[in-house]
């Protein structure tokens, strides 16, 4: 039988009772290694001519697209829009940057207002915010303001929504404004600085120094850079007066009454009480139908509510939702 036709256990058995052949000199040995890696080196070398190539190239795309990378970082490659307008009222332009289509603004605009305009503004974040007449702001970003002049009104919104996004900051001449929450005003005139919270909290900060102010009181910083803390007065609406004109639009169409109450109390700074318990129960069913665009919110009660079957009094700064006194009603 020819060796090649042996099967595998009987080649074994052979091997077995050949025994272990002897080792080989070293000298033997490491000409015979020289020798083949002398071949190795031979038959791959164009093929490591070829890879060191493709390893430059790649090794230079990378460079290049990192390169681009780092440039587009350090340039601020374009954003989308930082805020966009949503109600405008006389003259509203951009005075640098460009406010983008649509009625958008571009990072980087400046949005000044005549002696006769307002502007309502809804920020990228969520936060909303009201410029007064004569008035310029820069939009340095999503969430950084610079105030030239005049004043900005701020509503943060709800605690919950302002959790998921950085504090807004308002740069100016005298200091730097942090939201902490969640509606304030900051008005620049004449040099001096005046940052009047509404309700939340508004810090203001001086070179290493910084103050706060909670609802109810007013950071002022004169032109000789003294700062104070002053409350403001209780059933003073006149400092708020402009930030009414110029408010959002709220649909009502198909909502509930207790949605548009909510609303109400936050625009106008009242506190919102019902007579009557079930009245409050009923509130979320009673839908309203209609509009109140255009209508100043702190008006809207005498519109809205008695379309509702209901009727409302002032005492102060509560408003108290009850069913309109019927003839001969003692109350």
């Known amino acids: 039988m020819p060796d090649s036709e042996l ?24 000409r015979v290694r020289a020798a083949v890696h002398s071949d190795w080196r031979a038959a791959i070398a164009p093929a490591r001519r070829r890879n060191r190539r493709w390893l430059a190239v790649a090794a230079a795309f990378i460079l290049l697209a990192g390169g681009g990378l780092f440039l587009a970082r350090r340039g601020e490659a374009p954003q989308g829009p930082v805020a966009a307008f949503i109600r405008i009222d006389g003259e509203v332009r951009a005075a640098s940057g460009a406010a983008a289509p ?21 920020l990228a ?11 310029e702001v820069r939009f340095d970003g999503a969430d950084r ?14 605690e919950s929504g302002r959790a998921q996004r950085p504090a ?13 929450g969640t509606q304030f005003e ?13 309700r939340g909290l508004a810090r203001l900060t001086r070179g290493d120094r910084s103050v706060t102010a909670g609802s109810g ?25 402009w930030v009414q004109q110029i408010a959002p639009p709220f649909d009502i169409e198909g909502r509930g009454l207790d949605r548009y109450l909510d609303w109400l109390a936050r625009e106008t700074g009242w506190r919102v009480e019902f007579a009557d318990p079930a009245v409050a129960a009923d509130a979320p069913g009673i839908l309203m139908h209609g509009s109140i665009a255009g209508i100043r919110p702190d008006r809207t009660p005498e519109i809205v509510l008695p379309a509702c079957g209901l009727a409302a009094h002032r ?13 001969g009603d003692p109350r």
Request: without cysteine.
């Open 7 to 30: 099967r595998d256990e009987e080649m074994a058995a052979l091997l077995k009772l050949a025994g272990r052949r002897p080792e080989p000199p070293d000298a033997a040995r490491a």
């Open 102 to 122: 649509e009625g958008s603004i571009a990072p980087g605009a400046t949005v000044v207002t005549g002696p006769g305009g307002r502007a309502a503004i809804q």
């Open 125 to 135: 974040g969520g936060a909303s915010l009201r410029l007064d007449a004569d008035t």
């Open 145 to 158: 303001l610079t105030l030239g002049r005049g004043a900005l009104y701020l509503d943060s919104g709800s």
């Open 168 to 180: 807004l900051e308002i740069g100016t001449p005298l200091g730097k404004v942090t939201d902490i």
């Open 186 to 198: 900051v008005r620049l005139d004449a040099g001096a600085l005046r940052v009047q919270v509404r």
């Open 217 to 241: 009181s007013r950071i002022e910083v004169a032109t000789d850079g003294t700062t104070r803390v002053v409350p403001l007065a209780a059933d003073d609406d006149a400092d708020w007066d």
């Open 315 to 327: 005492e102060g700064r509560v408003l108290r939702i009850e069913r309109p006194r019927e003839p």
